[in-house]
């Protein structure tokens, strides 16, 4: 549980298992930061321990917003990563004794404009709407981060979004922060069921949450971008993610 807490030590243990993991360095609060931006040209950073999106922030491409994110960061975690910014779909893998349960889409919150509404009253009925499905689980928060998400798309929280108009208000995929959650389960590229076992074995762990990145689920190319080591196993409806749990802890009942 501990190589997957700290997100660095995921890494190295993945990479030296031949995983894909998206480039990355120790952010150094220096002129070696700003390096590694120049080198990638877009990067995340984000705490090293840390969970639910806080204190990441997804995007940085100028060396004066790089500084500000490592400052947020480091809130959450002394030691903060900066990470290639890897483009593609959010997927989560979950594994139980070293076989896929489930595997899921994640999108990051967005609104739909009605043409009358202000895109902060959509943000509290889609808010609403999110915690009510996941019993208060999920919920949009109103932030600097959703602000920032916001603008980018070229909006502002009190102007009225265009009918049929969608955008992002939050650029992490995570469920707390308002996140959805599709099942794929079936459609999951057999080497990205591959990869999640070899992930899952290279850390050792018997129930896992695997993130990847991957420009197709239906491929096989990916990056891994961390490991839960405590996944919400009840957000993976219809996979049987809690039988499996319990045939892990008492296998003289399991169905095989
Ligand atoms: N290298 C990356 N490139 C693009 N997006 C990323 C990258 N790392 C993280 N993200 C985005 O941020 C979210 C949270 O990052 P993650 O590493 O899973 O940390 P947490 O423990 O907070 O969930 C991801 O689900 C993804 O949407
Ligand atoms: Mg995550």
Redesign the pocket.
């Known amino acids: 549980m501990s190589r997957c807490d700290d997100?660095q030590q995921t890494r190295r243990l993945l990479a030296a298992a031949g995983l894909a993991v998206?480039r990355g360095v120790a952010a150094a609060g220096d002129a070696a930061d700003r390096r590694f931006l120049e080198e990638v040209g877009e990067v995340?950073v984000?705490p090293a321990r840390?969970?639910?999106?806080?204190g990441?922030t997804?995007g940085v491409t100028d060396p004066g917003h790089l500084r500000e994110a490592v400052e947020v960061a480091r809130v959450h975690c002394p030691q903060v990563l900066l990470?290639?910014?890897?483009?593609g779909e959010?997927i989560r893998v979950i594994v139980i004794d070293h076989r896929v349960v489930a595997a899921a889409v994640?999108r990051?919150a967005a609104v739909t404009g009605t043409g009358q509404h202000t895109v902060a009253e959509l943000i509290d009925k889609q808010s609403r709407r999110r915690a009510a499905a996941t019993g208060g689980e999920s919920r949009i928060p109103v932030d600097d981060h959703t602000r920032d998400t916001i603008a980018k798309a070229g909006y502002a929280l009190d102007q009225v979004l265009p009918e049929g108009a969608t955008i992002p208000v939050r650029?992490?995929?995570?469920l707390h922060t308002g996140g959805t959650i599709h099942d794929v389960t079936a459609r999951l590229h057999p080497a990205l069921a591959e990869v999640s076992v070899e992930a899952s074995r290279a850390l050792a762990i018997p129930v896992v949450g695997l993130?990847l990145?991957v420009p197709d689920i239906e491929g096989p190319d990916y990056?891994v971008?961390?490991a839960?080591e405590r996944p919400g196993l009840a957000n993976h409806e219809p996979q049987p993610t809690a039988e499996r749990f319990l045939d892990l802890l008492f296998p003289r009942t399991a169905r095989g």
């Open positions: 997100k998206p995340v984000k840390g969970e639910q999106g806080a990441i997804v990470e290639e910014f890897v483009p959010d994640r990051p650029r992490t995929a995570n993130d990145l990056a971008i961390e839960n």
